[in-house]
């Protein structure tokens, strides 16, 4: 006869297989939650992570045609700067050949009715000098009073000494505006030749000098003469230009910039142009020095001319000569 069990094992046997079955469920579900929670969380990460490369990358992107633009616009600034200032050394080039070649052209007329003539042309701005390069003493004429005028400026006392009871300005006034060989003689007599040469040759005027009182431009004579160069009168303008904001070279200034005699150098510049000169005339002799003050280019001028075979065209070829270097700008 067979065993059997007994109705309440049978009824523990299925508690326990359902219990069992139950907590499979359960720990199925619950490892199933976890996965998906961790799966979620590194998308999630995942995601968030490729949304700040993303935006790393379009900021990156964002600035860097900013700094290209930043470098070319830098880049083409500074090629624009370089062509710039290379364009404008080739158009100062230019103008300084194309000066030169016009004043050259008009001293070509000087030589024209004159045995020798020496020219000079110095702009203070751009440095540039046209000169015949070809100084030695000649005759001064009354171009002798400006060194003279330097000379009594620079002693005590200045434009405010007092010469047989008048004072030094007016001496000077009608001895450079007027070429009155009057006050240019109580001048020299004042001072005395030997005092004015030694100092012409300290200031380096080496080939200035005087050897006579002024006499009148129509008699001849033959002993001595006083004499200047081209560069002397040159150094002697710029000395005056560079000091013309200051005593005594600004007196100096005036005083030129008063001139009447005005048939050579100024004689063709328009007269909102202020030219300082000085003429001096003696036989077979036209000179004419000063400083031409334009805007654009101020600039020192000397002309000097000895076996002058005719005055009135000689004059003229001075003041086309004056004209062409004032034409700089």
């Known amino acids: 006869m067979g065993r ?3 109705p309440k094992e049978t009824k523990l046997g299925k508690y326990l297989a359902a219990s069992l079955i139950v907590f499979l469920l359960i720990g199925g579900v619950y490892f199933g939650v976890t996965r998906l929670n961790d799966s979620t969380e590194k998308s999630e990460k995942a995601a968030a992570n490729e ?5 790393e990358t379009k900021t990156a992107d964002s600035k860097q045609p900013t700094d290209q633009k930043n470098r070319q616009t830098e880049s083409t600034a500074s090629s624009e700067k370089a062509t710039t200032k ?7 080039k230019t103008t300084a050949t194309q000066t030169k070649k016009a004043v050259v052209k008009a001293a070509a007329d000087l030589t024209k009715n ?3 003539v020496y020219y000079g042309v110095h702009y203070f701005k751009n440095e540039q000098t046209i000169s015949s390069e070809n100084s030695e003493p000649t005759i001064a004429a009354n171009i002798i009073e400006l060194f003279i ?18 004072q030094l300005t007016e001496w000077l006034t009608p001895m450079i505006q007027q070429n009155d060989l009057a006050a240019t003689n109580v001048l020299i007599d004042h001072y005395g030749m030997e005092n004015l040469n030694a100092y012409f040759a300290a200031q ?3 080939d200035t000098r005087i050897e006579h009182r002024m006499i009148d431009i129509n008699v001849p004579f033959e002993a001595g003469d006083n004499y200047t160069s081209l560069d002397d009168c040159m150094k002697l303008l710029k000395k005056i230009y560079d000091g013309r904001e200051k005593a005594p070279q600004k007196m100096m200034l005036e005083m030129l910039s008063g001139q009447t005699i005005r ?3 100024p004689k063709k510049i328009p007269a909102d142009v202020t030219v300082a000169n000085i003429t001096g005339e003696q036989q077979k002799i036209e000179n004419d020095i000063g400083l031409v003050l334009t805007k654009e280019e101020p600039f020192a001028i000397v002309v000097l001319t000895r076996e002058v075979s005719d005055i009135v065209k ?3 070829a001075i003041a086309d000569f004056s004209l062409a270097a004032t034409l700089n700008k």
Do not use: C, P, W
């Open 4 to 6: 059997h069990s007994a």
């Open 51 to 55: 949304r700040q490369t993303t935006l």
């Open 86 to 92: 290379t364009s404008e050394k080739k158009t100062a």
């Open 114 to 116: 004159a045995g020798k």
């Open 149 to 166: 005028m330097d000379y009594a400026l620079a002693q005590a006392g200045g434009s405010d000494q007092v010469i047989q009871d008048k």
């Open 204 to 206: 380096g005027y080496s």
């Open 263 to 265: 048939t050579k150098l």
């Open 314 to 316: 000689t004059r003229n």
